[in-house]
């Protein structure tokens, strides 16, 4: 098991469960029943496999027969999986099972309408590092199950030079070769830029991707087309479907959406316990 999955899950584990399940280990004594994962509305499944691993620490006895695994399409009323044993371990560990697939399938649905969107391009969907704070991992894994791609998991994965770092007063060419001097050569060097004029500076440099990061439609075309040095683009953008299209037909490389994370409704998924 992952160490940051296993860490995870001994942390909610011991959040939900506490010094135990006052109702369920006084209620209940050895019954033994069938639940099932089902989903009431359509989208893409993730986060059962750490489902899977979350019961392993609650009681090696459960036996999970999943259906529909992580990735998996399902539309309203299929089972993602079928979970068999004791009545009081599946109980002990419904409510995490429920927060993790349901937070994890409603990320992975929205990356999936995206990619949808502009599976007609070369472009692809790619997150960003607007996570919810302890569970990026996972969030991460969930843009994967929707068919995006993974791109800085933290400050020292990859060197963006933002609008931040240009109050030292120094010209893009100038951070970027500096960093290239001190850095692993094998470290990509990314520069955000929100004009026409900067972009063209962060073309001359040494960088290996450029973020246009908010620009006008218009203006990311000007880019688009003048991208003379074949750096990798990135466009930042907020949701728009005609935007997101434009954007990949224009020939951008990767699309990165703002707060999509944030913004994502949880998929609408069920433990249903047949005893």
């Excluded at 995870?8 to 959040?15: K, W």
């Excluded at 990320?107 to 569970?135: C, F, M, N, W």
């Excluded at 994965?157 to 120094?170: E, G, K, L, P, Y």
């Excluded at 893009?172 to 004029?197: L, Y």
Aim: one cysteine or more; a negative charge; glycine letters at 6%.
């Amino acid at each position: 098991m992952n160490n940051k999955i296993q860490s995870f899950l001994e942390r909610v584990i011991g959040e939900d469960l506490g010094q135990g399940d006052i109702t369920t280990d006084h209620v209940l004594e050895s019954e033994m029943c069938e639940a099932i994962i089902i989903a009431h509305e359509t989208g893409v499944v993730s986060g059962i496999d750490i489902v899977q691993q979350l019961y392993d620490m609650l009681d090696q006895s459960i036996y999970i027969k999943v259906l529909n695994p992580d990735g998996s399409f399902v539309e309203n009323g299929d089972i993602i999986a079928i979970l068999s044993g004791s009545l009081k371990s599946i109980l002990h560990g419904k409510t995490i099972a429920l927060n993790i697939l349901r937070h994890m399938g409603g990320i992975a649905s929205v990356v999936s309408k995206y990619v949808q969107l502009i599976e007609h391009t070369d472009a692809k969907i790619l997150d960003t590092r607007q996570t919810t704070p302890g569970i990026r991992h996972l969030e991460r894994q969930a843009v994967i199950d929707g068919g995006g791609i993974n791109h800085a998991v933290n400050l020292h994965d990859i060197a963006v030079i933002t609008q931040d770092h240009s109050v030292s007063n120094r010209t893009i060419i100038d951070m970027v070769n500096q960093i290239k001097n001190q850095i692993d050569h094998n470290v990509i060097i990314e520069v955000q830029v929100t004009s026409i004029a900067s972009f063209v500076e962060a073309q001359q440099s040494a960088c290996d991707m450029i973020m246009l990061y908010h620009m006008t439609l218009e203006d990311m075309k000007v880019c688009i087309e003048n991208n003379t040095q074949n750096k990798v683009l990135e466009a930042r953008i907020n949701y728009d479907k005609d935007t997101l299209i434009t954007l990949g037909e224009w020939g951008v490389h990767f699309i990165s959406i703002d707060q999509f994370i944030a913004s994502s409704n949880g998929l609408d998924i069920e433990i249903k316990i047949n005893t």
